[in-house]
């Protein structure tokens, strides 16, 4: 009987289904970095996520669980008994995050979105990202290449990545794309990989249909080859530090700013966004043709219109602005 009995109560306490089922999803427990077993505790306890908070609590004591907590995001799911628990929890098996990086126009846009998903805070994001000698040092870029470092898409972090560990982690991205393939690729333009991921940045302002980004790759690289100026508008908008803009002035191109392309010839010292693996294939790929002029379309379908001559390309540009005054976009 007290065999029975003992049985019985191991039982109870360690391998009852103790973790309740959610009636939100799956739940997850968060622990930071430097919190101790008193923040588990209050999770657990907060969240209702377990049965019996009790028995967790004492074998958790027996198997010295408050000494060796390990930060993390866990999956905590129903049906768990305590000892499932606490073996995960010990053991530090994370949940990874999967998240969408999305393109990104300025650092501090990077930072928030990092830190709406990781552990890693945007201060600290931040303050790497104008390090000139650790970025230089660690990804031979400096504060204003820096943007190139990053390929907008999906990542697998754990929770708990620290802001340098995210920087590894994309560089690491970085170096998987940079394929000897591609590498041949930016060398035959005459291009760097950082070269190829600012003229990428510019392309991807200028268009969102893949048919044209090819195109446009084309039409800024013969300007290149031709010795001419850019010209490219997106960069005059990241100079003036407005991407709102719909119509560009004359008075915007006076704008004194390494970026303003339409007073200095070659590309802008940096990345105006940061370019996802379509627009850098457009500019590795790019269309052959003798275009050195486009337009955007006035059936604002989003396509351009491309032209060889600065007179096709006139006509082109008033079509366009005559579309612009119809519907009174002025700015």
Partial sequence: MLLLLGLGAAWYVLWKPNVRVSPFGPAYLY?????????????????????????????AARRDYPTHVQPGRYLVSPGLSNQELLDKL?????????????????????ARQISRQLEADSGSLRHLLQDNAFLERRYQLDTTTILTLFLPGPYRLLWNTSAKQFLDSAAATHQRFWTAQRRQRAD???????????????????????????????????????GMRLQADPT?????????VKRVLNKDKLVESPYNTYKH??????????????????????????????????????????????AEHKQNARRYQHMLDSVGIRR
């Fill in 31 to 59: 622990i930071r970095t430097g919190t101790g077993y008193a923040a588990v505790q209050d999770s657990l306890l907060k969240y209702d996520l377990l049965e019996e908070p009790r028995t967790f609590a004492w074998l």
């Fill in 90 to 110: 010990l053991r530090g098996e994370q949940d990874t995050v999967v998240f969408e990086l999305n393109a990104f126009k300025y650092k501090p846009q990077l």
């Fill in 188 to 226: 035959s333009l005459q291009l760097t990989p950082t070269q190829v991921h600012v003229l990428a940045s510019i392309v991807q302002r200028e268009t969102s249909m893949k048919e044209d980004k090819p195109i446009i790759a084309g039409v800024y690289l013969n300007r290149l080859r031709r």
């Fill in 236 to 244: 005059l908008l990241w100079a003036i530090g407005n991407f709102g």
């Fill in 265 to 310: 010839k070659g590309l802008p010292p940096g990345p105006i966004t940061s370019a996802n693996r379509q627009s850098l294939d457009a500019v590795l790929k790019p269309a052959a043709h003798r275009y050195v002029f486009f337009c955007a379309r006035p059936d604002r379908s989003g396509y351009s219109d491309f032209a060889e001559t600065f």
